[in-house]
């Protein structure tokens, strides 16, 4: 069984561009998180999909969006990058209430 | 609201001695908890969840975990340790109610092995 994907491995943007990181669950999983893992911050919970609805996101501010495919891959989108966002953001899947299972993340680094 | 605090932010140790992670929540309602484990460049890997019985919970490579409510506390033991299990290792409680699936993770603990 593919477990949790994500693309790319690694992103190098500057400020004021946007990035787009993606996810691609493991399969018949219908819930996508996405966590901001910055150093020293431990994971911070950014946004909650679930058959394609947004279903609950963490303080952030609107700049970070996303969406939820029907076939339950998802997108973040970071807009306007400040030097801030560089971090490891991870994709985690799974079905229901049961744990979840994450991918290696996309490390991203803003110059 | 939960919360998760490690009380350690790193933990050396040397192979094969026994080693404990300290872990405590605060929950004004029943939890899940969970541990998982994050090597270099990775991502993270549950290690053993607590949902529900009994509150010794046996998970991956030799790690057990239990639960105790008086206390709010889900400490992670291993009685020896391997240099393979450096890493730094999660904390992490949800609430115990569909719905409201969104864990809140500690800020993790460092464990070192040395040889």
């Known amino acids: 069984e593919a477990g949790v994907t994500q693309s790319p491995t690694h992103l190098i943007k500057t400020r004021g561009q946007q990035a787009t990181l993606r996810c691609s669950p493991i399969?018949?999983?219908?819930?996508v998180y996405w966590y901001q893992q910055a150093l020293g911050l431990g994971l911070q919970f950014l946004l909650w999909?679930?058959?394609?609805?947004?279903?609950n996101r963490g303080n952030f501010p609107p700049r970070f969006s996303g969406r939820q495919f029907p076939n339950y891959s998802s997108e973040l989108n970071v807009n306007a990058l400040e030097l801030e966002d560089s971090a490891l953001y991870l994709c985690?899947?799974?079905?229901?209430?049961?744990?979840?299972?994450f991918g290696d993340g996309t490390r991203l680094s803003i110059l | 609201a939960q919360s998760v605090t490690q009380l350690d932010s790193q933990v050396p140790v040397f192979e094969e001695a026994p080693v404990e992670l300290r872990c405590n929540y605060s929950?004004?309602?029943?939890?899940?908890l969970f541990w998982y484990v994050q090597y270099p460049n990775q991502g993270l890997q549950l290690l053993l969840k607590?949902?529900?019985?009994?509150?010794l919970v046996k998970g991956i490579n030799g790690f057990e975990a239990e639960f105790n409510k008086s206390q709010t506390s889900f400490h992670l033991r291993k009685p020896s340790v391997h240099i393979s299990d450096t890493a730094e290792y999660f904390c992490?409680?949800?609430?115990?109610?569909?719905?409201?699936?969104?864990?809140?993770f500690g800020r993790g603990t460092s464990l070192i092995v040395h040889p």
């Open positions: 985690a899947s799974s079905l229901a209430s049961q744990p979840q299972h």
């Open positions: 399969s018949g999983h219908t819930s």
């Open positions: 999909y679930d058959e394609g609805e947004e279903r």
């Open positions: 929950s004004s309602v029943s939890v899940y």
């Open positions: 607590y949902l529900s019985g009994s509150t």
């Open positions: 992490a409680v949800s609430e115990g109610r569909r719905g409201s699936y969104i864990p809140t």
